[in-house]
């Protein structure tokens, strides 16, 4: 019904349309991001994303509009990336980051002016930017280099010599970032506070220690953080603490001191509580995120989401102090919920979207004023982001923006049909959806593509994907799942896959499609499959399974479990919540549940797609793969993408450039009839 109203509240006339979406349109697209609602509700200042073909980037500028969709304006223009924008308590002022001026800096807009000042001179960008409760001071963290190894002393070459480029030491445990074309700088996130009027800021922290998720105590005297300061973060991450600092007297007084995760801990208006999310650590894969309340001292602590079954993200305190707001994800939609401290709980808002032009993951941010009203980015399956507020729990939200509403009159996209299958090995029922073609005529069968999501422990919804729908474009039936070790159906179903990956999850894969080869969706003879990261874990998994498939592309995957947890950048937390033991210690259990072992009975045309710059699934997985493929006669192909991370889509080109590359591998591989 939601969806339906926003279509109509867009104004779409859709007998003007005539145009498919294509590649170049992803360029025209504009997007909501990031809402910030001012104290009493009345404005709204957000992050507004295009895409310009010129230089191939996403940028994104700031605009205002009022609550009742009046008065709708830029603040910013051009190629800018800003974000992060916080009201001041008084509402006379936002605060931002920019890198307008070259480095991220901070800056300030005076509302009623219009006068805007950069306030610092940062070397590195910061984030996590909130205003003092007097509105004096902005507090805020970024990173802080320490110095690099060295070992042994040389002597200096003679003038004019050209010697070898030194070495690089590395001491550290991580070396490697996904994105990073070299060694990771060792650096730690420390917090600063700084004046409102500029000025240097004051370093808050010390030592080699990250210091995250920053907020003020209501009294303004001191502000909460977590770190741990064990010195073993690096190798046994899920244990930083939550601390409050008296910023007078630099009193550390600790908090928690029981194993975390402790994250985005905040007090409570009236001072008398802390929440955090987390959970109680068993090291897992997955483990639900639960929403923790306690008094101010950390005594009397009480889980107060434990019946909801749900993942909690992005707790914020209500005015009052009698209730917490925080965003999750149920059966593929993400939601805005309320819950008091007493445990009763509301559903306020749904159909979160995020800013993406890849696939249609949960995710999407919320914004709330002292008087309870509410902003979110709202999305559908077939229409990007737009702004929607709510005047109170239990109204019904509406969308107050319309941007992308000319470049839709034109265009048409697939339609979304949500559907269920019963699993055929236990009692889980499967959510899945159908994007099918623009041109798509009841009674004929269509050429399918079996898309299947990353994470593992993520989902897939009713939310618009351009890279899907540039599937659809070319002609395909798009099949889009949540198999079992999804989120948002509850902790049985994604922790199903814990230590058992993949596994049932191929056959709840398999159910999907046969429900659309027998209701005539779906031509048997020319089913495909793909897949990214977790996904093409399970197409390389599935091919190794069936030969139903008459070509599979799998993009960025894990083929060999013993090599990727020693050469993965976050390979401290893989090996310690992924498996049960080291490598060395059970190399059997990384193995069996290795792509690479089936890679004996594939006979399906494969490509494989990695960036160069993908040190989270490394390419050294892709070629493993390839090299197999190739010494058994199978067809391959592996597509390399120079300068490129494990997001192979930041890019509008790369994104044209994979579904080009994965249709046109299913083209060639289509079966014709005689």
Partial sequence: MIIAAVLICFGLNLKSQSENFDYLDVFDLQMVANPAISPDGELIVYERYHFDIMTDRRYSNLWIISFDGTAHKALSSGKNNLGNVQWSPD?????????????????????????????????????NLSWSPDGRFLLFSKNVP???????????????????????????????????????????????????????????????????????????????????????????????QIFELDLQSMKLLQI???????????????????????????????????????????????????????????????????????????????????????????????????????????????????????AFPMISSQRPAELAVSQAVGRMPHVITNINHLLFERLRVGEVEEFWVDSSVDDFRVQGWIIYPPDFAEGQSYPTIL??????????????????????????????????????????????????????????????????????????????ITGGSGGGVLTTWAIGKTDRFAAAVASKPVINWHS??????????????????????????????????????????????????????PMSESEQYFNALKLRGVDAALVRFPDTPHNLVLRPSNLIRLVSHITGWFDRYQATED
């Fill in 451 to 528: 898309e299947i999501h990353g994470g593992p422990y993520q989902n897939y919804g009713p939310r618009f994907s351009p890279e899907l729908q540039l599937m659809a474009s070319r002609g395909y039936v798009v099949l889009y799942t949540n198999p079992r070790g999804s989120t948002s159906y509850g902790s049985d179903f994604a922790s199903y896959i814990n230590f058992n990956y993949p596994s049932e999850d191929y056959y709840d894969l398999m159910d999907a499609v046969d429900y659309l080869v027998e209701r005539g969706v779906a031509d048997s003879n020319n089913l495909f």
């Fill in 91 to 127: 509402g006379s002022r936002i605060a931002y980051v920019s890198g307008e001026e070259g480095p991220a800096q901070i800056f300030v807009r005076w509302m009623d002016s219009g006068q805007v000042s950069s306030i610092t001179n940062l070397q590195r960008p910061p984030s």
């Fill in 256 to 374: 928690t001191d029981k194993r975390g995760p402790h994250n985005h801990p905040g007090i409570s208006p009236d001072g008398r509580f802390i929440f955090y999310q987390g959970y109680k650590d068993q090291f897992m894969g997955y483990q639900q995120s639960q929403l923790y309340v306690m008094n101010r001292d950390g005594s009397r602590l009480r889980e107060l989401t434990s019946q909801l079954d749900v993942d909690v993200n992005n707790p914020v305190w209500s005015s009052d102090s009698k209730s917490i707001w925080f965003r999750y994800d149920q059966e593929g939609v993400s939601k805005v919920g309320l819950i008091d401290l007493d445990g009763s709980f509301t559903e306020v808002a749904k159909n979160l979207g995020a800013p993406s032009i890849g696939r249609p993951y949960g995710g999407g941010s919320f914004t709330v004023a002292d008087n309870n009203r509410i």
């Fill in 564 to 617: 990727f947890a020693l050469t993965a950048d976050l390979y401290p937390f893989f090996n310690k919540y992924w498996f049960t033991a080291m490598p060395w210690e059970d190399p059997e259990q990384f193995l069996e549940r290795s792509p690479l072992m089936l890679v004996g009975n594939v006979s399906t045309p494969t490509m494989l797609l990695t960036g160069e710059l993908d040190f989270r699934t």
């Fill in 146 to 240: 320490t110095e690099k190894s060295h070992i042994g002393v040389m002597p200096s070459p003679p003038q004019g010599a050209e010697w070898a480029r030194g070495p690089e030491v590395i001491e550290r445990v991580k070396y490697r970032q996904d994105g990073n074309p070299g060694f990771v700088q060792q650096e730690y996130r420390h917090l600063f506070v700084v004046s409102a009027e500029g000025g240097a800021p004051r370093k808050l922290s010390e030592g080699n220690f990250n210091h995250l998720y920053p907020s003020w105590a209501p009294e303004g005297r001191s502000i909460m953080f977590t770190a741990d300061y064990s010195g073993n973060e690096d190798t046994d991450p899920n244990n930083a």
